[in-house]
């Protein structure tokens, strides 16, 4: 089994940073690829960014593309996702997910991954 705690969230004024962590761990698996999902009240769970195990690929949503970057930390079981510029639709719990199967993808669709976090609010104030 793998076990996947977000930290980090907070409240923050629009156009400030925020840096939201995930920390992995668990013997089952080792590679994996990390994605970044989020939910707002009354939506459905959307794509924010992801990061592939194997070839250091990222994959990010035109609408945070540029001010969102995901990183791995370097033993390689956090991964971070750092974000500028923050606007209130923004708004949101994020979410961290692992593809225990394809270490080599960075899927925008959440059914692909197999591990999720429980969330870590982020709320940007106008």
């Known amino acids: 089994q793998v076990q996947l705690v977000e930290s980090g969230g907070g409240l923050v004024q629009a156009g400030g940073s925020l840096r939201v962590s995930c920390a992995a761990s668990g013997r089952t698996v080792s590679n994996y690829a990390m994605g970044w999902f989020r939910q707002a009240p009354g939506k459905e769970r959307e794509f924010v960014a992801a990061i592939s195990r194997i070839g250091g690929g990222t994959n990010y949503a035109d609408s945070v593309k540029g001010r969102f970057t995901i990183s791995r930390g370097n033993a390689k079981n956090t991964v971070y996702l750092q974000m500028n510029s923050l606007k209130p639709e923004d708004t949101a719990v994020y979410y961290c997910?692992?593809?225990?199967?394809?270490?080599?993808?960075?899927?925008?669709?959440?059914?692909?991954?197999?591990?999720w976090g429980q969330g870590t609010q982020v709320t940007v104030s106008s």
């Open positions: 997910a692992a593809d225990a199967t394809r270490p080599w993808t960075t899927s925008r669709i959440p059914v692909d991954y197999d591990y």
